[in-house]
């Protein structure tokens, strides 16, 4: 049995014996949604990921007033935004990390493994985030 089935058997077993009450999946879900209510969607428009490997992830992300390109690799998400300045906040659905703009480029290091996302402050002052990603 690989790594990947054994987290099967482990996850069916959570699932049957101990299942998250649809209620906080539900509210889970909706403080999700919550916490980018205010700001512009970047959406992808392209994607380079691998299921397997030790390449990075890389994607590009527009909206009407930003570009973000990402590059996602063992704990670390790079970026280089076009359209905003201050800093951009690396998120995961646990945590948040905020990091410098420095000429368009910005480096976030211990990011969580799984969805995560990028928040920004156009240069007009609108709020832009780009859609979850696995990284």
């Known amino acids: ?17 101990d299942p998250v009450p649809a209620g906080v999946l ?7 949604a919550l916490r980018s209510l205010d700001a512009e969607l970047a959406e992808l428009v392209e994607s380079e990921a ?3 490997g030790d390449q990075p992830v890389t994607l ?9 390109n990402l590059e996602i690799s063992d704990g670390v998400v790079r970026g280089f935004v076009t359209g905003a300045e201050g800093e951009a906040a690396v998120e995961t659905p646990r945590s ?3 990091v410098p703009i420095s000429d368009g480029w910005f480096t976030a290091a ?3 493994s799984g969805l995560v996302r990028v928040r920004v402050t156009a240069v007009d002052g609108t709020p832009v985030v780009t859609e ?4």
């Open 1 to 17: 049995m690989n790594d990947d089935e054994f987290l099967d058997v482990l996850r069916a077993a959570a699932d049957e014996f």
């Open 26 to 32: 539900r509210d889970a879900s909706a403080a999700l």
């Open 50 to 52: 691998l299921v397997r």
């Open 60 to 68: 590009a992300f527009e909206s009407e007033h930003v570009t973000l």
């Open 96 to 98: 948040r990390r905020a």
């Open 110 to 112: 211990d990011v969580p």
């Open 132 to 135: 979850w990603a696995r990284g």
